[in-house]
């Protein structure tokens, strides 16, 4: 029964969804006044600031300001969309992009307004060590062009403030989201320019690199739902469109940017464009080291140099990849004699060899006469050995009779 106990306890704990990391959220009271929305007296709006729930020094971080849904007290006759202008005093910070921005999107005679957010860049003090807080104050709504109109007035009596920690935590500290700061050529008059479009840019090094010899990096690009959107503005190509991505670069020789280009799918005009899935950009370091890299300036069209939209890039706060460069050659280096080793030198030894060459043996093949002779040798097989053996034999005989002769003589003599 324990052992039961434990098993359907791990289950519990293993089926039990993690919490994700919150961001960090408050909700304020506004009372508004006037403008073309209808406010009930006495009944305010409730108006939320969110952000990460950690930030880093010296970087940026997107602060989120949600509106509730609203009523308009005339239908529009043009699609429109709500504005939203709100004024914030961050303590550790200062907001990078003050003023009107674009809102819910209103529909043609639609008295009913969705909610909808809009997002303030704030840009953190290099040497903030604990905390930024950001207070909300005064807030003013009301329709963008072609209605245009009166605003209304909203004002909160809270004096409290959204505190963000400052840290590494998981909550996304925005580190990889470029905001971009998109525009057009100067004679173009598109209303959806210029735009802050965030886009979240990941950066893929190579595994290895060697010196003078091109790295390949992968980028990667994301549009997020924080900033504008990305809309393909009047005489933009429809067909044969690229993005032009280009990343910064330092160390081991490297240069200082590098872009890579990758084809857009069909565009529509006054549509969001839809970024390539990858571009691969290449470096070519010329020593060994280290490189560093992050994002850069992005550009789309047909031309990098004379682009239809160019997007640039902060300079500071972005998010750093690293690649080691080594050497070009890794081959091992050959390997020193013996006789090389010792600093002593050794005399030089001389061997004579002799070489003997011995003839080959001549064979000569046997041939029978024509006629076979009796004596049972060959024709030309020459003298008969027996002869040698009796001629010796005689010479021995010989030299022995010739010795007693000559003992004998000198016997007599004596």
């Not at 009930?40 to 949600?66: K, M, R, Y």
């Not at 963000?164 to 209303?191: K, N, Q, R």
């Not at 993005?243 to 670069?249: C, D, G, S, V, W």
Request: aromatic share 4%; charged share 10%.
């Amino acid at each position: 029964m324990g052992t039961l106990a434990i098993f359907i306890g791990s289950i519990f704990v293993l089926s039990t969804p993690t919490v994700a990391s919150a961001a960090v959220s408050k909700q304020y009271q506004y009372n508004c006044t006037g403008g073309p929305f209808t406010f009930t007296s006495g009944t305010p709006i409730t108006v939320g600031l969110s952000a990460p729930d950690t930030v880093t020094a010296g970087q940026t971080f997107d602060l989120t300001v949600n509106i509730p849904a609203l009523t308009l007290t005339t239908a529009p006759t043009a699609a429109t969309t709500v504005s939203a202008t709100m004024a914030l005093t961050p303590t550790g910070g200062t907001v990078s992009d003050a003023g009107a921005k674009p809102g819910a999107a209103v529909a043609i005679g639609e008295r009913a307004v969705p909610a909808g957010s809009v997002t303030y860049k704030i840009a953190v003090a290099a040497g903030t060590t604990t905390k930024v807080s950001v207070k909300p104050g005064e807030l003013k709504l009301g329709l963008t062009a072609p209605a245009g109109g009166t605003t209304s007035t909203c004002t909160t009596t809270s004096t409290e403030a959204l505190d963000v920690p400052i840290g590494t935590g998981g909550g996304g500290d925005g580190t990889d989201i470029v905001a971009y700061d998109c525009t057009l050529p100067s004679t173009s008059t598109d209303t959806n320019y210029p735009a802050d479009v965030d886009i979240k840019v990941v950066l893929t090094p190579p595994t290895s690199a060697t010196a003078n010899a091109d790295a390949s990096i992968t980028w990667a690009g994301t549009i997020q739902t924080t900033g504008d959107t990305l809309k393909a503005p009047t005489g933009f190509p429809a067909t044969g469109g690229k993005l032009f991505a280009t990343i910064k670069a330092s160390g081991a020789g490297s240069p200082a940017t590098a872009t890579g280009e990758a084809a857009l799918t069909s565009v529509t005009v006054g549509q969001d464009i839809t970024l390539p899935t990858s571009v691969t950009i290449k470096v070519k370091p010329t020593t060994t080291g280290t490189v560093t890299l992050t994002a850069g300036d992005l550009a789309f069209g047909t031309s990098s140099t004379s682009p239809a939209i160019k997007c640039t890039a902060p300079t500071t706060g972005l998010k750093q990849y690293t690649f080691t460069v080594g050497n070009a050659s890794t081959s091992p280096s050959p390997t020193p004699s013996s006789s090389n080793t010792s600093s002593t030198p050794k005399p030089t030894k001389t061997s004579t060899a002799t070489v003997t060459v011995t003839p080959p043996e001549k064979t000569e093949k046997s041939k029978t006469p024509k006629e076979g002779a009796d004596t049972g040798a060959g024709g030309t097989m020459g003298p008969d050995g027996r002869m040698f053996i009796l001629t010796g034999t005689a010479l021995i005989a010989a030299a022995a009779v010739g010795g007693l002769v000559m003992r004998r003589r000198n016997a007599t003599r004596g």
